[in-house]
Nanobody, 117 residues
């Protein structure tokens, strides 16, 4: 099993920056990729924001390309999401995700990001 703990959410003004962190523990050697998803309104699905594979390949949602950067520190089993030029529409609960072997996925509890206009 894998446990994911997110941190770094909060309130920021439009145009500002935040860094989210996701620390993984447990059977981390079997993680194929980690990423960030967000849910922008209760009841909505979680949408992909960014992800990074074990060998460093990244993928971003079109809405965040050029503003967000995902990176991983494999020595710390931690993934970061650097969010710049934040917009009010980036307001959401951000969830860390780990894709494990055999198609198993793990989720963190989420961290709220609020961008004021």
């Amino acid at each position: 099993q894998v446990r994911l703990v997110e941190s770094g959410g909060g309130l920021v003004q439009a145009g500002g920056s935040l860094r989210l962190s996701c620390a993984a523990s447990g059977s981390t050697s079997s993680i194929d990729a980690m990423g960030w998803y967000r849910r922008q309104a209760p009841g909505n699905q979680r949408d992909l924001v960014a992800r990074i594979t074990h060998d460093g390949v990244t993928d971003y949602a079109d809405s965040v390309k050029g503003r967000f950067t995902i990176s991983a520190d494999n020595t710390k089993n931690t993934v970061y999401l650097y969010m710049n030029s934040l917009k009010p529409e980036d307001t959401a609960v951000y969830y860390c995700n780990a894709k494990w072997q055999y198609g198993v996925e793990y989720w963190g509890k989420g961290t709220l990001v609020t961008v004021s206009s």
